[in-house]
């Protein structure tokens, strides 16, 4: 797909063991931001340590989210979406899941939720919003990031 000349894209490398991911990379060429991670080692943004926002409350809540390619899934998030529009402080719309989910290990948003993620778009990001202390769990189609309590009520409306 092209990118339409826009930032909300990245480059996104993870390393895994037989113990799940062990180094994650999510670069984003255009806003020259580099997101790594190490299980166990923390996580960085150009090399500065990252600690998501926590706790926050759900109606002073930034959120990130994404809408999936596949149709039965943006039905599903236009329902999630406006079930959450006026519970929450407000939405951004990035492009790039890993992005995003890097964005909620930086605090620049305070949480995240999208359907339909591939591996490259997940695995190097779990790794580093897990190692700034976000919950980041995966409910079928589901994926939720967020500090705890805020993951916490993200889950009661979501899933």
């Given amino acids: ?13 993870a390393i895994k063991d037989q113990s799940g991911t062990l180094v994650g990379v999510v670069c984003s060429p255009t806003t020259s931001t580099l997101f790594t991670g190490t299980r166990g080692g923390g ?5 500065k340590r990252l600690k998501c926002n926590n706790p926050i409350e759900l109606d002073k809540a930034l959120i990130a989210t994404g809408f999936a390619y596949r149709k039965e899934l943006r039905e599903l998030q236009v329902r999630q979406f406006n079930d959450l529009i006026l519970k929450i402080r407000d939405y951004r719309r990035n492009g790039s899941a890993a992005i995003d989910i890097c964005h909620v290990a930086a605090g620049i948003v305070d949480g995240y939720y999208e359907m339909g993620l591939y591996e490259w778009d997940l695995t190097a990001a779990e790794l580093i919003a897990k190692e700034a202390g976000a919950k980041v769990t995966v409910h079928g189609e589901l994926v939720i990031a967020a500090g705890a ?10 899933l």
């Fill in 149 to 158: 309590h805020l993951h916490g009520e993200l889950a009661k409306i979501l």
């Fill in 43 to 47: 996580s960085y943004l150009n090399g």
């Fill in 1 to 13: 797909f092209p990118s339409h000349d826009m930032a909300g894209w990245s480059v996104s490398i």
